[in-house]
């Protein structure tokens, strides 16, 4: 996909399918490995070198992004090494085509078995459900922080010591999601795009390119299907 250097909202959980790849920080090292768990955040690119990949989306307010930090190498930004490396990359082989959800949902728990780690604050609990809902993407932390009972900056600090993520690139990562949830019907990427909460299409553009190292013509000009589960998470096969 000849991604650039880019720092995604939610931490991404990598696996090289064929082969092992490199996870490239911008003001860092280059790391070999075939499972790798990038940090939201933190500005990196991965060469695949030609090779397919798995790359799985965490929801930092779900329990799952914390199981899943079950790497035995590495540090904060970049951890490598899945424990359970080997059936990962095997079932990561699976999930070409039309995989049953089922299916995914095993290869996501062999990741990180949900409602294995410690919970969330209840009050970021409710205020990542309210973005995530069909019309919540346009929520301003101020009406958020009112409704936790929190001044702005004291709901701030509490969702990014919760999530490891500020609350803007959570919102712009649950703006992301319902773009994928309105192509299931709208064929129109634009006008999914200023309907999620993006001011227009180049906004979207930019943001995307941003997240995911290149921009949506890159990704679109290739046959995609999208599909909005109904988890947190998402899986995108490459």
Do not use: N
Request: proline letters at 5%.
């Amino acid at each position: 996909m000849e991604l650039g250097f880019h720092s995604g909202a939610v931490s991404c959980l990598a696996v090289g399918v064929d082969a092992e790849f490199t996870v490239e920080l911008e003001h860092g090292p280059r790391h070999r490995a075939r499972t790798a768990l990038v940090a939201a955040r933190v500005r990196h690119r991965i060469v695949a070198d030609g090779g397919r990949m798995a790359f799985c989306y965490l929801d930092p307010a779900s329990a799952r992004e914390r199981a899943c930090r079950r790497m035995t190498d590495g540090g904060p930004e970049v951890a490598l090494h899945h424990e359970r490396e080997a059936e990962l990359v095997r079932r990561a082989a699976s999930l070409e085509g039309d995989v049953p959800l089922p299916e995914v949902r095993g290869w996501l728990d062999l990741a990180g078995p949900d409602g294995l780690a410690g919970r969330l604050d209840p009050r970021v609990r409710r205020a990542a459900g309210r973005l995530a809902g069909p019309s919540g993407q346009r929520l301003a932390a101020k009406e958020l922080a009112a409704e936790a009972g929190l001044s702005v900056s004291g709901f701030l600090r509490l969702f990014r010591a919760e999530t490891g993520t500020t609350f803007r690139r959570y919102r712009l990562w649950a703006r992301m999601l319902r773009v994928a949830a309105l192509l299931e019907t709208w064929p129109d990427l634009s006008t999914a795009a200023v309907e999620a909460g993006f001011a227009s299409p180049s906004h979207f553009s930019s943001s995307f390119h941003a997240t995911f190292g290149l921009r949506p013509s890159a990704l679109f000009s290739r046959p995609v299907a999208i599909s909005a589960t109904e988890w947190p998470e998402s899986v995108t096969r490459k």
